[in-house]
């Protein structure tokens, strides 16, 4: 079965510091990979997604994540994080079949202190 | 906008009480999808729908029902509230492939005293 580990609960940056949140999946074969973002109170964002190609993938707001087989990885990374970056983050993936549905791992809340 | 709305944004139920959560998207998508957060535990899939006609249990369907109206509407109905299903609902639409991935919408707040 599909699975997704986020394995920080809590990560606490400096503004202006770099940015890593962790992302390992479990899946068969090659899956569809997302990073969602959640302001408090707000719905999910999406952030941005990798399915073939290129595994450095750019998303909104100046993230990025690249999407590493070997290690059944999907990071997402920021090279200057803002006060305005503060939320929750999740990672999710997804099987390439019709109707698919999603599976998110359990979101990492990113703290940005001044 | 174009997007998903759900209605309504905060509900307070008491233990047994019924309702239903609406949700609605304009994007002509396909599939649509409920699901509940909680603490810590992420989204977890209650039912989704693959397209208009089907409907199937997710992960956690226990104390749910589900209607896909039409294409543009799927609600969530709780028969007997419990305070176990305290938690923030989310509807989500996609194509039928979801290769480009979900949209959500704002979340429903529900508390069962």
């Known amino acids: 079965a599909q699975s997704v580990t986020q394995p920080d609960i809590h990560i606490t940056v400096s503004e202006g510091a770099s940015l890593e949140l962790r992302c390992n999946y479990s899946?068969?074969?090659?899956?569809?990979l997302f990073w969602y973002v959640q302001s408090p109170g707000q719905g999910l964002q999406l952030l941005l997604k990798?399915?073939?190609?290129?595994?450095l993938v750019q998303g909104i707001k100046g993230f990025e994540a690249e999407f590493k087989r070997s290690q059944s990885s999907f990071n997402l990374r920021k090279p200057s994080v803002h006060w305005s970056d503060a939320a929750e983050y999740f990672c999710?993936?997804?099987?390439?079949?019709?109707?698919?549905?999603?599976?998110f791992g359990a979101g990492t809340i990113l703290r940005v202190k001044s | 906008n174009a997007g998903v709305t759900q209605t309504p944004k905060f509900q307070v139920l008491k233990t047994g009480q019924s309702m239903t959560l609406q949700c609605a998207q304009d994007?002509?998508?396909?599939?649509m999808y409920w699901y509940r957060q909680d603490p810590g535990m992420g989204l977890r899939l209650i039912y989704y729908?693959?397209?208009?006609?089907?409907?199937d249990k997710g992960e956690v369907p226990n104390g749910y029902n589900v209607s896909r109206l039409n294409k543009r509407e799927f609600s969530l109905r709780l028969e007997s509230a419990a305070p176990s299903q305290t938690s923030v609902y989310f509807c989500?639409?996609?194509?039928?492939?979801?290769?480009?991935?979900?949209?959500f919408g704002s979340g429903t707040r529900l508390t069962v005293v």
């Open positions: 989500a639409s996609s194509e039928l492939f979801a290769g480009r991935g979900y949209t």
């Open positions: 999710a993936v997804g099987p390439m079949e019709y109707g698919n549905k999603l599976v």
């Open positions: 990798y399915f073939s190609g290129d595994t």
């Open positions: 729908s693959a397209s208009e006609g089907t409907t």
């Open positions: 994007m002509n998508h396909n599939s």
């Open positions: 899946y068969g074969a090659t899956p569809y």
